[in-house]
């Protein structure tokens, strides 16, 4: 089944306790994204992957961050967690890169999300 | 800048029709995009419309599009208590310099009896 997978589903932690949430699709997607969804904002992107080992920020980057060293895996570190990063995070991968003027090769799938609480 | 604008709340009769608006930004986007997130699950795309269409129609739904206006709407007929979630409108556009998929906050849409 093609899809894509986070892990953990929860996770509660403590301050400055590194965490690692994973991220894995098997639709041999070339672009892949992390999101954190809050009440009220909507999702912001907080890094993306264009490829292997091509990685930029998105609009939330600060106390991030992340890697892609296989075209399947792109895993989101928090070296040192903090309260305000408290949120639902969920992992996107699409065949192609974003872009305006393409078709449904750009389409994002979204894994199941994973709700950190950091205290 | 580029935007996405949604109502937040939306409470409707099972049985009954529901809208969810939208407005956007970014006129020069090819595609418009609903995604579905029930609760406790991540985003599942709904639909999406191309923008050379005014109308798209997938059973229960159907995607109204004005490009003038820059409006988009989600119509669900026969709403059912399965169809209570968030529904994010999205637009591929450029913001911050690079291609992005921008969301819209979520309408939440519950259904009751």
């Known amino acids: 089944e093609a899809q894509v997978t986070q892990n953990p589903r929860y996770l509660i932690t403590v301050t400055g306790k590194k965490l690692t949430v994973t991220c894995s699709q098997n639709?041999?997607?070339?672009?892949m994204s992390w999101y954190r969804q809050d009440p009220g904002l909507g999702l912001r992107q907080i890094y993306y992957s264009m490829n292997v080992e091509v990685t930029d920020k998105g609009d939330v980057p600060e106390g991030y961050k992340v890697s892609r060293k296989e075209k399947r895996n792109f895993p989101l570190i928090l070296e040192s967690p903090s309260p305000n990063q408290t949120s639902l995070y969920f992992c996107?991968?699409?065949?192609?890169?974003?872009?305006?003027?393409?078709?449904?090769?750009?389409?994002?799938?979204f894994g199941p999300g994973t709700r950190l609480t950091v205290l | 800048g580029e935007d996405v604008e949604q109502s937040l709340f939306l409470s409707v009769r099972e049985g009954d029709s529901s809208v969810i608006n939208c407005t956007y930004t970014?006129?020069?986007?090819?595609?418009l995009y609903w995604y579905k997130q029930e609760p406790g699950a991540g985003l599942q795309l709904l639909t999406y419309?191309?923008?050379?269409?005014d109308m798209k129609q997938d059973q229960r739904l159907t995607v109204l599009l004005n490009k003038k206006d820059k409006h988009l709407s989600l119509r669900i007929a026969d709403t059912q208590t399965g169809d209570s979630a968030i529904y994010f409108c999205a637009e591929y556009s450029i913001s911050g310099g690079y291609n992005k998929l921008i969301f819209g906050a979520g309408t939440r849409l519950a259904v009751h009896p």
């Open positions: 419309i191309f923008s050379n269409m």
């Open positions: 996107a991968s699409s065949l192609k890169p974003p872009d305006r003027l393409a078709g449904v090769l750009n389409t994002q799938y």
């Open positions: 639709m041999n997607h070339e672009y």
């Open positions: 970014d006129s020069s986007s090819t595609y």
